[in-house]
């Protein structure tokens, strides 16, 4: 396994965090336990859940499972925002359903504090400075360690991290976007923040719902009967097989599935590196139905890509500026000569 720092905080966190949306879901608890005794064994100590995956039960499961082990040892991240109970205010980033979903998380977790307690979605109802309070209080009185936030767009990123420091609390260290060779706007905006303030990078779908782990082909007509695309179309990152299905997709695969063959390693396992050898990336986030396909990821671990690979692989992903970023990319240039 590798390690790098989580943002600032101090803290070393395993390059690949172990995401657990399938557990109570597609994995049970026995077979959740061997997932997490898989990576336990790899030397990951970084997880991955939220409140919403299955109204709490992944919480349920993996505080099961850590409840046997020396807690100080594993960073636990999870997260706030989707409706967990049908209630007027089971939802949201107010101060009342923060601290309300706090004390659940703990509880179902097992655990005193959570490490990294993230805001899932940018809250249009709520003051962000009346959220922002709430978290500093909860790192104050020790429930949480540090604050993240995922799916939030750059100029949201920077007023979090600037309004912390104008408030006095603590900072937001970590950003969860979705990212890979085939979510590459990403790179537009919210990845030059977290460089410039020094963010932790944890990406999700970094396979893109399956579609890097190499079992599509150009001549299926469409998804597999077993696969996250045919059976949950648009969540958690798989993106339909008809607005994935392009002649951009394929030329991306193609890619992977040669160089996956060059190297002797799995079509996600490239992938996989892909991301780990992007700057200022602290690592992805992989979900796993079986035992095997852990096994499968945890071998983008201990070699690396050649900067030829790292060229072909990012040059056929990078997708097409939009403005205003085609103008200030072409503005950059002219000022730099380059």
Known sequence: MEYRYLGRTGVKVSALC???????MECDQALSNRILDCFDAAGGN??????????????????AWLSARPRAQWIVATKVYHDMGGGLNDMGASRGHIVTAVEASLR??????????????????????ETLA???DLVRAGKIRWIGVSNYAGWQIQKVRDLCDRMGGSRVQCVQPQYSLLCRSTEW????????EGLGVVVWSPLRG????????RDMR????????????GKGGAAPWAEQNTEKTWQVLDAVLAIAKETGHSPAQVALRWLLQRPGITGPIVGAR????????LGSMGWKLTTDQMDRLTDVSEAPLPYPYDYLADAAKGRLKL
Not at 189 to 196: A, S, Y
Request: hydrophobic share 30%.
């Open 18 to 24: 172990m995401g657990t949306m399938t557990f109570s």
């Open 222 to 233: 469409q998804a597999p009967e077993d696969t996250r695309v045919k059976k949950t179309p």
């Open 189 to 196: 905006e919210v990845l030059p923040v977290c460089r410039e």
């Open 46 to 63: 970084f997880i991955d859940t939220a409140d919403m995956y299955n109204r709490g039960r992944s919480e349920e499961v993996l505080g």
């Open 108 to 129: 179902r977790l097992r655990t005193d504090y959570i490490d990294l307690y993230q805001l899932h979605n940018w809250d249009w109802s709520t003051e962000i400075e």
């Open 210 to 217: 399956g579609w890097l782990s190499g079992k599509y082909r």
């Open 134 to 136: 709430a978290l500093h």
């Open 290 to 297: 079986t035992v095997e396909q852990l096994e499968d990821n």
